[in-house]
């Protein structure tokens, strides 16, 4: 059994090791990073490289996101957000136009509509599984007619790791000449319709985040994929300032920049950690297939107290790479607020997480747009749980976090 160690003790500087067998003072966080010793070594050799950035294990790991996506074009930088922004500014979206997003998913979905001066138009969800519908979009886009509003693209999302249903949305952003992002950070390693999520078939531009809890990790990083390369090309050029360099040998050194960019590039010392952790991704995928499955059947006896993700979503279980185990639970039923239940759960040394507060209801988003009525990510909203999931998990793992959950029930 693994122990894993507040990061209170890295930050203080205190040289332990992250495992350590048979610990009593085991704690469970939600998600954690695999790094193992072959992840240190390539780091290391990055270290002592010729390049430290903007180096050839850039395009390295570009090339390697390409061959796992089946995408034409692979562009990394530096953050799931920063992809988010040089994707909505690739596809023009600026002052005037409305997105249209899910009320339930990260900050940096909405947000990165905002940062290109445009409005976002929030759509209700399933309320079992917190994703986009072709149903919810239509509403949101009859909405939007209703009010005279000009809607410029959708962004979707891939929630917990589970697809929306991409192909009848692409029919409905076809009819409506809407640009299409699929927000795929919680995604990368899955598949929909027999095709790696990011091969960008349906969608103009997907979207991926690297952070130390996703699927794989550079550390913190993102990428974009896509197969127009004009969208490709002027993404490249965003995230270094928008800087075109003179191509002729006598004036290498000269550049210009006709519109503004941004420093969002990702360093040749994460991409090297991206190409070794990208080797682990189907060992990785396949870990926690088997410790979701596990869960599903330890906690299927607690049904309708708690609903596990099995019960909806997409029909093909081994297409989807897990990056959440989010369940929903019947609070009300229980006569106890999540707040104690978590807490309840935290003293047990097991941490859990609310995958997500629905954007809509932000403090900044309700200054711009009011008070809204989203039915659908408020009932999602007020019964998911996120529980322990990552690859450092055992079964015997889950047996304490179902153990615990049975004594609260």
């Known amino acids: 059994m693994d122990l894993i160690l507040n990061y209170s003790f890295l930050r203080r500087g205190i040289k332990v090791k992250r495992f350590i067998g048979m610990a009593k003072d085991k704690v469970l966080p939600y998600g954690y990073q695999d790094i193992d010793q072959d992840d240190i070594d390539i780091v290391s050799d990055a270290l002592t490289g010729e390049f430290l950035t903007t180096g050839p294990l850039v395009e390295n790991f570009e090339t390697a996101l390409k061959n796992l996506t089946d995408a034409k074009y692979a562009v990394t930088c530096s953050s799931g957000t920063a992809a988010l922004h040089l994707a909505c500014m690739a596809l023009g979206i600026k002052r005037g136009d409305w997105v249209i997003v899910p009320s339930i998913t990260f900050l940096a979905t909405a947000n990165a509509v905002r940062y290109c001066q445009a409005d976002v138009l929030f759509c209700d ?29 959708v962004i979707v999302v891939h929630l917990t790791g589970r697809h929306v249903d991409l192909k009848e949305i692409k029919e409905i952003t076809q009819v409506n000449k809407l640009e299409l992002i699929a927000d795929s950070c919680h995604a990368i390693g899955g598949a929909y319709d027999n095709m790696p999520i990011g091969k960008s078939y349906y969608e103009q531009i997907n979207t991926f985040s690297f952070h130390p809890v996703k699927a794989f990790t550079t550390g913190e990083g993102g990428a974009i994929t896509t197969n127009n390369e004009k969208l490709a090309s002027a993404i490249r050029q965003m995230r270094s300032h928008n800087m075109i360099k003179d191509g002729s040998n006598e004036n290498k050194w000269q550049y210009v920049m006709n519109d503004i960019g941004y420093n969002y590039r990702l360093s040749d010392i994460q991409c090297a950690l991206g190409i070794s952790q990208l080797k682990k991704l189907k060992g990785f995928k396949q870990k926690r297939s088997r410790l979701v499955k596990f869960y599903n059947s330890k906690l299927k006896k607690f049904f309708p107290k708690i609903t596990t993700p099995d019960r909806y979503g997409p029909t093909i279980f081994e297409s989807v790479n897990w990056h959440l185990y989010s369940i929903l639970i019947d609070f009300k039923a229980l006569k106890i607020s999540r707040g104690k239940f978590m807490e309840n759960l935290r003293q047990k040394k097991i941490n859990t997480q609310v995958h997500y507060i629905p954007v809509h209801t932000q403090p900044y988003y309700t200054k711009l747009y009011g008070s809204l009525n989203m039915p659908g990510s408020m009932e999602y909203f007020e019964r998911t749980l996120s529980l322990p999931l990552f690859t450092k998990m055992h079964k015997d793992d889950i047996e304490i976090v179902v153990k615990a959950l049975e004594e609260l029930l």
């Not at 986009?132 to 886009?141: D, G, V």
């Open 125 to 153: 969800v399933d309320p079992n599984t917190g994703l986009i519908t072709p149903e919810t979009l239509r509403n949101a886009i009859q909405d939007a007619r209703k009010r005279g509003l000009k809607i410029k693209a």
